[in-house]
T-cell receptor, first 113, second 110 residues
Framework: EAQVTQNPRYLITVTGKKLTVTCSQN?????MSWYRQDPGLGLRQIYY?????VTDKGDVPEGYKVSRKEKRNFPLILESPSPNQTSLYFC???WGRGTGELFFGEGSRLTVL | DAKTTQPNSMESNEEEPVHLPCNHS???????IHWYRQLPSQGPEYVIH???SNVNNRMASLAIAEDRKSSTLILHRATLRDAAVYYC???????????FGAGTILRVKS
């Protein structure tokens, strides 16, 4: 089954404790991206990747890092989480340059205390 | 970056057509217009996308204005399962910076 898998789905952590949210897709997609969703703000793009070793900033990249060492994986790294990073995070992937259908994961709800 | 503007909410009766508008007056020539929807507690789901011509698929139709400054998502017969937040999104042909609108909450009445 074609899918985008995120882990963990739920996480409560404390300020400053590094964490990684993993994202994996099994569709051999070149394009992957991370979004955060906050009440009243819709979805905002954090980072995206056009292919292995190619990443770029979205609209809200501050406080986040990403890497794309393999085509299937695109982890989101919070080096020193802060409470304003409490949010619902979505990973997505698509063929080509992101102009086609985006497949979204089920989301990871992160709470930073 | 090009932005989109959508109504905050709309309401429809079950089994009637729904027209969801989106304005994107600063769209560039390489921007694709995408529509996604998000049901409660789920990730966004692709609905349809297009560049210049109107598009149809099994879920919906997309009508794009001739000047491309606006578009309309058409659900031909709304069902209760279509109640969701609908997002109109522009994606540039270069760089893939996706710009989400605030979304339209669609309520479907039985």
């Amino acid at each position: 089954e074609a899918q985008v898998t995120q882990n963990p789905r739920y996480l409560i952590t404390v300020t400053g404790k590094k964490l990684t949210v993993t994202c994996s897709q099994n569709m051999n997609h070149e394009y992957m991206s991370w979004y955060r969703q906050d009440p009243g703000l819709g979805l905002r793009q954090i980072y995206y990747s056009m292919n292995v070793e190619v990443t770029d900033k979205g609209d809200v990249p501050e406080g986040y890092k990403v890497s794309r060492k393999e085509k299937r994986n695109f982890p989101l790294i919070l080096e020193s989480p802060s409470p304003n990073q409490t949010s619902l995070y979505f990973c997505a992937s698509s063929w080509g340059r992101g102009t086609g259908e985006l497949f979204f994961g089920e989301g990871s709800r992160l709470t930073v205390l | 970056d090009a932005k989109t503007t959508q109504p905050n909410s709309m309401e429809s009766n079950e089994e009637e057509p729904v027209h969801l508008p989106c304005n994107h007056s600063t769209i560039s020539g390489t921007d694709y217009i995408h529509w996604y929807r998000q049901l409660p507690s789920q990730g966004p789901e692709y609905v349809i996308h297009g560049l210049t011509s109107n598009v149809n698929n099994r879920m919906a139709s997309l009508a794009i204005a001739e000047d491309r400054k606006s578009s309309t998502l058409i659900l031909h017969r709304a069902t209760l399962r279509d109640a969701a937040v609908y997002y109109c999104i522009l994606s540039s042909g270069y760089g893939n910076k996706l710009v989400f609108g605030a979304g339209t909450i669609l309520r479907v009445k039985s």
